[in-house]
């Protein structure tokens, strides 16, 4: 059964009963997680309940509605300095007339009680914004699997009482509560990115990246350590809360259809190259056509070297194939009638290529070869995302390759250093590509799954020129340009 299948099935016999007025069997055997319940034994969860329907109803015109429990319960509070959270609302959340449909300690069968019992009732918001599900894989030990079909029966719910509402479907923050809890939070994160990248009224994002720091859970960013009691991590405090607000907000924005309550350049507390989004710029393609012919593709091809990157690899040739092809002698050169997969697409930066291999184009691929050529989108800023700084980057690319090793170990990474741009060596690229080649070399030294290759020197004259005929518009490599590529890719032992 299609995984999203299965929790939507559940999910419609629970609302066709809700509508027909049938009462829910509470079968020992049904999942707790997508059967309503109440906490009204709780006296302020009900006086909190009243007070939202109050809210609801003097607020009809509301266009934000914030779903969910604890973390978004946590923007009612003002209470400096872990917990100041007013000041992050009203900045972001307050000018777009949003009601705060929080409660701490809530699971998803909470929630859809609460949607069931007139929270939604007469509203029409333009987005809902909904984070759920660490409550139930936590304090009511539920299952990733359960947890799952709970966040379905939700989802489902919203679509069929708010169908002209945009849902943004927040990944579950990352914890130090277990490791258990955490692999049950990632296996249910890794489950909502794949089963709503086809829902065209839902938009998945998951920033849990911002709440690491090396490798490892930064504490330091949530307040629960600093009580009394001393819990493990869960709440994200003042900054961690004013962090995952920032990153959340260039996809908020899209959704709600007006500008940036920051400006993207000025949101540095984050580093925006870790956080999955899809397409983000136009260009002479459709990305998301792509996206799926990507995994339309790997139904019948087991490819040995699986190409990895933006459009310089995008317009080199193999499967899917481009409508814009540079070097194809090069490519036949070098693969011959092997099987490759190009996973290039134009315009792409780090945080797409993260979005593309947790939305399925990696999964069940095991090639010999891995060839990733990436970044040099990431040193330019749009309308649509900011320029990310060398060390941004390049800890971008230390996440893409541990991604690719968590699907396939035993494949070995080839690591492209950013290729120079522009004709001038004196551009203004030039000293960030060179920045952040510098670093990749550093960060990459002595991994033995991942062999770097910097061949941005034989692209250039002496002077440091680089010319037409290596690049003909200062960025993609023409046939030439290929040639070294192909041959430096042959010298790094990738010859299918």
Known sequence: ?????????????????????????????????????????????????????????????????????????????????DENFQPTWNEFYEPRKALNLGFSGDGTQHVLWRLNHGEMDGLHPKTAVLLVGTNNTGVYKETAEQTETGIDAVIADLEQRLPGTKILLMGLLPSAMSEKKSEEDRAINRYLATCYSEDPRVTYLDVGSIFYANGALNTSIFYDPRLSYHPPALHPDTHGQRMMAEAIEPTLAKLMGDDPRVPLDQM?????????????????????????????????????????GDSITHFWGGEPASSRVAGAMAWQHLFGDAQVLNMGFGWDRTQNVLWRLRQGEFDGLHPKWVVLNIGT?????????????????????????????RMSPETHIVLMAIFPRGEDP?????????????????HFAGNALVTYVDIGQKFLTPDGTLTKEMMPDGTHPGETGYQIWADALVAAGVKP
């Open 426 to 442: 004196n551009g203004p690229l030039r000293a960030p590509i060179k920045e952040t080649n510098r670093l990749l070399a550093e």
């Open 268 to 308: 540095t507390d984050i580093n925006t190259a870790l956080i999955p989004v899809g397409s983000l710029e136009q260009d002479m393609y459709d990305w998301y056509a792509r996206h799926h012919a990507e995994l339309e593709v790997k139904k019948h091809l087991d490819p040995e070297v699986v190409m990895i």
């Open 1 to 81: 059964m299609n995984c999203t299948l299965r929790g939507r099935i559940y999910a419609a016999l629970i609302l066709m009963l809700l509508v027909s007025g049938s009462a829910i069997a509470q079968d020992p055997d049904s999942n707790p997680a997508a059967v309503p319940t109440d906490r009204l034994s709780e006296p302020w969860w009900a006086a909190r309940h009243e007070a939202i329907l109050k809210e609801v109803q003097a607020h009809p015109d509301a266009q934000l509605l914030m779903i969910g429990d604890s973390i978004t319960n946590n923007y009612d509070k003002a209470n400096p300095p």
């Open 377 to 405: 989108n990431n040193l330019t800023g749009s309308i649509h995302a900011r320029t990310s700084t060398p060390k941004e980057i390049v800890e971008a690319i230390g996440v893409i390759c541990d991604e690719i090793h």
